[in-house]
């Protein structure tokens, strides 16, 4: 290869590598951004899970998502009674709306279209709203004629640690 032709190749592929690791690290920056932090608990009888994650249309605003963790097996007699979040002592949502767990544990309905797969609540909470409190959730259902709680304390997660609360 002649030597006036390596010098520009070699300048074009250094320019298209640093491109590519602008473009990447911007995408990686991003996605991160977007994960983390977030807010994470699960019952201790490992029925219930608990989230708070960003919107991605709104990266300082959280919404939270209750899911069914579970036996699968009972979920079409498995109902969430009530619903209560607390921030420290103060009460952010109550709930006693009964909602029928087989509608929100993924798979699809009759018809075809897609069930959630969680029990959305609290959209569009700002995230000074959560840093530094001690999120609990409290969860009241029933399977079948069987009435039980379960709470759930929320830890903030980070990419490389979590933050007990």
């Known amino acids: 290869m002649s030597s006036h032709y390596k010098y520009p190749l070699i300048f074009t592929a250094f320019l298209l590598i640093a491109f590519c690791l ?45 899911y069914w963790i579970g036996d699968t097996i009972e979920i079409d007699n498995t109902y ?27 798979g699809t309905f009759s018809d075809g279209s897609a069930k959630e797969k969680s029990v959305s609540f609290l959209e569009r909470l700002d995230e000074h709203e959560l840093e530094g409190h001690d999120i609990t959730i409290e969860v ?16 903030e997660k980070t990419l490389f640690d979590e933050k007990q609360q």
């Open 22 to 66: 602008i473009f990447f690290s911007y995408h990686l920056i991003h996605h991160v951004r977007l994960e983390y932090p977030n807010w994470q608990g699960e019952s201790k009888d490992q029925n219930w899970e608990a989230v708070f994650t960003k919107n991605e249309d709104a990266p300082n605003e959280y919404s939270g998502k209750l």
């Open 80 to 106: 969430l009674e009530s619903l209560i979040v607390k921030k420290d002592d103060e009460v952010l949502l109550s709930s006693d709306t009964e909602i029928p767990m087989h509608d929100y544990a993924g």
């Open 140 to 155: 009241k259902w029933k399977q079948g004629n069987h009435y039980s709680a379960s709470q759930l304390t929320l830890n």
